[in-house]
């Protein structure tokens, strides 16, 4: 069984200053990862994924995350942010054996952009 | 496009009254699609996964009988809470794989909001 851990609870920034969410995972096997993204009282965006191949990933909205299979992470990363960027960030990973793509969440980090 | 809608948005229901919450693909054909839970400021946990035309797989601890799951097409499943009490209260939310898609992406449609009273 796989596990993630979202190393930060809460992340305050001030809006146009860089951001980094952290995000390790283990797993027996080998996974798949993605980042989601959730405003208040909406489900789940996904940003980006990564599946195979490079390592540094870009998703939407400017946010990039790099996979560190040494480290087992997955750290999402935007130069800089804005306002609109408020909301609870989810680091999830599948393993590539499960034929139903289950998936299994971090405990979520907020992220609140202040002027 | 990968829309994912659920209806209702928000119920408000009595205790002891069932509730249905529907889930729908939009734009695609859902090969498998997944039914959440999320208790106020923490993450999603999975409840169940259900196939078009079988029965949903339910994780460990979550009551069958409480939670049903009708998979009835490949656009379409819905989530029934039966007999619900103020302990269901909670934000619902599915989520769909595409058929034919390797990746096993997730689709999430915008969440349930249930409130029993």
């Known amino acids: 069984a796989q596990s993630v851990t979202q190393l930060d609870s809460q992340v305050p920034v001030f809006e146009e200053a860089p951001v980094e969410l952290r995000c390790n995972y283990s797993?027996?096997?080998?996974?798949?990862l993605f980042w989601y993204v959730q405003y208040p009282n909406q489900g789940l965006q996904l940003l980006l994924k990564y599946l195979s191949g490079s390592t540094l990933v870009k998703g939407i909205n400017g946010f990039e995350a790099e996979f560190n299979k040494s480290q087992t992470s997955f750290h999402l990363r935007k130069p800089s942010v804005h306002i609109s960027d408020t909301a609870e960030y989810f680091c999830?990973?599948?393993?590539?054996?499960?034929?139903?793509?289950?998936?299994?969440f971090g405990a979520g980090t907020q992220v609140v952009v202040t002027p | 496009g990968a829309v994912v809608s659920q209806h209702p948005s928000w119920v408000i229901c009595k205790s002891g009254t069932s509730v249905k919450i529907e889930c729908r693909s939009l734009?695609?054909?859902?090969?498998?699609m997944f039914w959440y839970r999320q208790f106020p400021k923490q993450s999603l946990m999975l409840m169940a996964t259900?196939?078009?035309?079988?029965?949903?797989?339910?994780e460990q601890g979550v009551e069958k009988d409480k939670f049903l799951i009708n998979h009835a097409s490949l656009t379409l499943s819905t989530l029934t809470v039966t007999s619900a009490h103020p302990e269901d209260s909670s934000f619902y939310i599915c989520?769909?794989?595409?058929?034919?898609?390797?990746?096993?992406?997730?689709?999430f449609g915008p969440g349930t909001r249930l409130t029993v009273l």
């Open positions: 989520s769909a794989t595409k058929a034919g898609e390797i990746t096993d992406t997730q689709y």
């Open positions: 999830a990973v599948s393993e590539t054996t499960d034929s139903w793509g289950k998936l299994q």
């Open positions: 734009d695609f054909q859902a090969t498998t």
């Open positions: 259900s196939n078009e035309g079988s029965k949903a797989t339910y």
């Open positions: 797993s027996s096997v080998s996974v798949y």
